[in-house]
């Protein structure tokens, strides 16, 4: 069966920024990604979301920040803001090991729902909390279900995730502003008990903890603004039961088989997975046109490599690279929204996808 897993932003992915960087089962994992910074999330800063404070010559214009990359400038001392994000993902190709486009045998996609709650704790120290919705869809599938499914659907809250960022270098005339990230992906979204009726839709969650560490950067270089992430993410092993219901002949009233089929009585099995560690590089750009308008792009990549602790991985190593041209709309001081629309490259032993995103911030 294929894993349909949301592909919205990795990042995982939405994820710190979005993070949801846990492999699927089957080797394949959300172009979520995912923090689930995986692929991921949106960060609002205020009403200059990648600006030094005090710029030192010309004024930094206010910008909404990227909708993957993450920012830099952790939001001011006890400010609060509150960010929904939604996206739309429509899987395009399967990619398999060889980078290869093959076909994705059947239509699906997946609608995802963030809600991130950001805080500023201190000086230079915020944290924020990303509690996704997910709605995977699957129609006109290649491999029917059991019994004979073509078509299945699944919702529910996926991985949830907690991230702690902290100024280390404020940015001047010649350096960056620097931050250091923490984040950890809760196991909270569906990743086990998969009912094989389900066509893979059933899989919202990772299975894992993952720890998700790294550095972003900002400057402003008249007139645009630029973001960097590079992090590291290691997953915890877990184990996932998937119950199949075999098919078993079917027998007259006398207990002779009639040459017919149907499900038996469930059966379960426990396969412990080892995913790998990923590295994600996401690097950005805005553009403002005028006060109110910025046009934004986006290069999002996330890529598996080993474990540097503990078992061996037993998963397939996957990547995935994607663009995401965008534009902002800076409503007020403490209102903005930004569309864009991300879009899965190249990669391999997972999917690509076109997903629409809208996203908004109010800061209170």
């Known amino acids: 069966m294929r894993s349909v897993r949301t592909c919205l932003f990795c990042a995982a992915c939405l994820a710190a920024g979005w993070l949801n960087p846990a492999i ?15 692929a991921g999330e949106i960060q609002f800063e205020g009403p200059k979301a990648g600006c030094p404070p005090e710029p030192a010559k010309d004024e930094c214009p206010s910008t909404f920040g990227p909708l993957i990359t993450d920012t830099a400038i952790p939001i001011e001392k006890g400010m609060f803001a509150l960010q929904p994000t939604f996206g739309l993902g429509f ?30 704790l201190r000086n230079n120290l915020e944290v924020f909390v990303d509690v996704p919705f997910i709605q995977n869809w699957a129609g006109s599938v290649n491999e029917p279900g059991p019994k004979g499914e073509r078509a299945a659907s699944f919702g529910g809250i996926g991985d949830v995730n907690l991230t702690f960022k902290y ?20 196991p909270t979204g569906h990743f086990r008990h998969f009912n094989p009726g389900r066509l893979g839709s059933d899989e919202i969650g990772g299975g894992t903890f993952a720890f998700t560490t790294g550095l ?56 412990r997975h080892y ?35 503990g078992h061996k991985a037993n998963l397939a190593p996957a990547a995935l690279v994607s663009v995401l041209p965008g534009i902002e709309y800076m409503a ?14 190249i990669g391999k032993n997972t999917d690509t996808a076109l997903t629409p995103m809208l996203s908004m911030v109010y800061a209170f």
Not at 167 to 186: D, G, Y
Not at 276 to 301: G, Q
Not at 332 to 345: P, Y
């Open 216 to 271: 972003n950067v900002s400057k402003y270089v008249k007139p645009f603004v630029f973001y960097g992430n590079l992090w590291y993410t290691m997953q915890t092993a877990f184990t996932n039961r998937q119950d199949r219901s075999p098919l078993v002949s079917v027998l007259d009233e006398n207990g002779v088989a009639t040459g017919e089929l149907e499900e038996g009585d469930p059966s379960a099995t426990n396969v």
């Open 91 to 120: 899987v395009t190709r399967s990619l398999t090991q060889n980078w290869r486009r093959v076909s994705a045998g059947g239509n699906f996609k997946s609608f995802g729902m963030d809600y991130k709650f950001t805080y500023g």
């Open 24 to 38: 699927a089962a089957e080797g394949k994992k959300p172009a979520s990604s995912t923090p689930t910074p995986v």
């Open 167 to 186: 100024r280390l270098v404020e940015e001047t005339e010649t350096i960056p502003t620097v931050t250091a990230l923490f984040a950890t992906n809760f």
């Open 332 to 345: 007020t001081e403490k209102f903005s929204l930004a569309v864009g629309l991300n879009i899965g490259l």
């Open 275 to 309: 995913p790998r560690d990923i590295i994600t590089v996401n690097l950005a750009a805005e553009y403002p046109i005028t006060k109110k308008w910025v046009a934004l792009l986006e290069l999002t990549s996330s890529w598996d490599g080993g474990r540097l602790f």
